[in-house]
């Protein structure tokens, strides 16, 4: 006897360079998160699935993540003075917020979200 695998969603993260950074966050009205990150950062790597879960689940409400690997758009990172990874900016209709520094957990994050969410 088989089993089918359930297929997981494909979290709907979009991946921005130093060129095409300014177009995806202004491109579009509403809650973008920006996670920067690298891939040799343990704690980006945890951030990882609970920034893709968190894509799925509030991608009906308009909140986008976006991830910017810092090593491959340092002209970005540097701009937006990242210091250390994983750092998270929300970005409200284009303009910075407020940013998170380090491993946040989803409890948190959510928090933060729906305080966005909320007019």
Same mark, same amino acid.
């Given at each position: 006897?088989?089993?089918?695998?359930?297929?997981?969603?494909?979290?709907?993260?979009?991946?921005?360079?130093?060129?095409?950074?300014?177009v995806i966050?202004?491109?579009?009205?509403?809650l973008?998160?920006?996670?920067?990150?690298?891939?040799?950062?343990?704690?980006?790597?945890?951030?990882?699935?609970?920034l893709d *879960?968190? +894509?799925?689940e509030?991608?009906?409400?308009?909140?986008?993540? $976006?991830?910017v690997?810092?090593?491959? &758009?340092?002209? /970005?990172?540097?701009?937006?003075?990242?210091?250390s990874?994983?750092?998270?900016i929300?970005?409200e209709?284009? *303009?910075? +917020?407020?940013?998170?520094?380090g491993?946040?957990?989803?409890? $948190?994050?959510?928090?933060?979200?729906? &305080?966005?969410? /909320?007019?």
């Amino acid at each position: 006897m088989f089993f089918k695998k359930k297929q997981k969603a494909v979290a709907p993260v979009v991946h921005a360079t130093d060129d095409d950074f300014d177009v995806i966050i202004g491109g579009e009205p509403g809650l973008a998160i920006v996670d920067f990150w690298a891939p040799w950062c343990g704690p980006c790597r945890m951030m990882g699935p609970i920034l893709d *879960e968190i +894509a799925i689940e509030y991608a009906d409400r308009g909140v986008r993540v $976006v991830k910017v690997n810092s090593d491959q &758009a340092p002209e /970005t990172a540097q701009r937006f003075e990242i210091r250390s990874i994983p750092t998270l900016i929300f970005f409200e209709d284009g *303009e910075p +917020a407020f940013e998170m520094v380090g491993l946040v957990p989803k409890p $948190v994050l959510e928090r933060e979200i729906l &305080a966005c969410l /909320t007019p």
